[in-house]
């Protein structure tokens, strides 16, 4: 029999390239999505659309009693920090308040696994790569809400017997961003043929893995043994600075291309490197990253538009 998977956030960045995976591996797939974000033309057409807000109780339990997963994967959330600061109430309700909507609702019927899309901004600053046996010390309140998220779930494994994964995930760059992170932001700038680019902080380091590569290793992670480690990092391994990034596409584009670094761009609190020490992930599942930083800008460069 198919295995059955509910993707919450299924039809978003990370979660449509996710759910083709999927799909192409003939689960059956329903994905729970809001649409906020996310495309229904991303979808596969092989996955079940439920559009719908999570943090209604109600229909939530609804979808789960007719879909009976085997495994759910959790990814709905507010992920671009300057909207969580923002709304700060709003961030807590959407990625704290409708994970435990959920949970409370597997309780009734819970699934063989649960993964939870977590995040590296969970850690405290360091340099250098950051492994998971570094104590979580969120800086932010995006952070915050996603380390309240891994308790609730390790929770619902504590009550139910529920194998509860946890993927920290690090930046995640490549088609259907629709947040206005650094990537998309330079890249849609250049596409529109301009020599300069307006941006923030120019020197600080991030590990920008391509999504077709972080889909995978959630993939892999559903099929990890038991006894195995329930967190794992979810990055490349490797950092480079915003300035290195305009100099890639200037390099793809063959053409020189001037920075302008305007202060209301600037984060008022930001992290000078956040890299992964992804050696459990890569170990425990074989995963290995088959896209380069490289690859991923120039498909964005060459692409039309997002999708």
Same mark, same amino acid.
């Given at each position: ?8 956030? /299924?039809? /978003?960045?990370?979660?449509s390239?996710? =759910? ?5 591996a ?15 033309? !991303? &979808? ?18 609804a ?16 992920? #671009? ?10 961030? !807590?309700? =959407?990625n ?18 649960? @993964? #939870? ?10 340099? +250098? ?23 609730? =779930?390790?929770? &619902?494994?504590?009550?139910? /017997? ?7 995930? #690090? ?20 596409? +529109? +043929? ?5 941006? +923030? ?20 992670? @559903?099929?990890?043994?038991? /006894?195995?480690?329930?967190? #794992? ?10 300035? %290195? ?5 200037? %390099? ?21 490197? @956040?890299?992964?020490?992804?050696? &459990?992930?890569?170990?425990?599942? *074989?995963?290995?990253?088959? !896209? ?5 800008? *120039?498909?964005l460069l ?6």
């Amino acid at each position: 029999m198919a295995q059955r998977i509910v993707v919450t956030g /299924g039809a /978003g960045f990370v979660g449509s390239h996710l =759910v083709e995976l999927l799909a192409s591996a003939g689960a059956r797939v329903s994905v729970i999505d809001d649409l906020s974000r996310g495309r229904r033309a !991303w &979808l596969h057409p092989d996955a079940e659309l439920h559009e719908l807000d999570l943090r209604d109780a109600d229909a939530v339990s609804a979808v789960l009693r007719s879909a009976r997963p085997d495994v759910v994967v959790h990814l709905a959330a507010m992920h #671009f920090i300057p909207a969580v600061d923002g709304a700060p109430e709003l961030a !807590w309700d =959407v990625n704290v308040n409708a994970t435990r909507v959920l949970v409370d609702a597997l309780a009734a019927r819970p699934p063989e696994r649960l @993964l #939870f899309a977590s995040t590296a901004a969970v850690y405290p600053d360091c340099a +250098g790569p950051i492994d998971e046996a570094q104590a979580a010390k969120p800086l932010d309140l995006y952070g915050r809400t996603k380390l309240e998220g891994e308790r609730l =779930v390790a929770e &619902l494994e504590a009550k139910t /017997g529920t194998r509860a994964l946890v993927a920290r995930i #690090f930046n995640v760059v490549g088609r259907r961003e629709t947040n206005a992170h650094v990537v998309p932001e330079l890249v849609g700038q250049l596409r +529109g +043929g301009n020599t300069v680019v307006r941006l +923030g902080n120019l020197e600080n380091r991030r590990d920008y893995t391509d999504v077709r590569d972080v889909a995978d290793a959630l993939h892999r992670l @559903l099929a990890v043994a038991d /006894g195995s480690p329930a967190t #794992f990092n979810v990055g490349a391994g490797r950092s480079t600075s915003v300035a %290195e990034l305009v100099r890639m596409c200037g %390099e793809i584009l063959g053409r020189r291309v001037e920075i302008e670094s305007h202060e209301q761009r600037r984060r008022s609190q930001d992290r000078a490197e @956040l890299v992964a020490d992804a050696r &459990l992930l890569r170990a425990t599942t *074989a995963w290995e990253p088959r !896209w380069t930083l490289r690859e991923t800008i *120039a498909d964005l460069l060459a692409a039309p538009d997002a999708g």
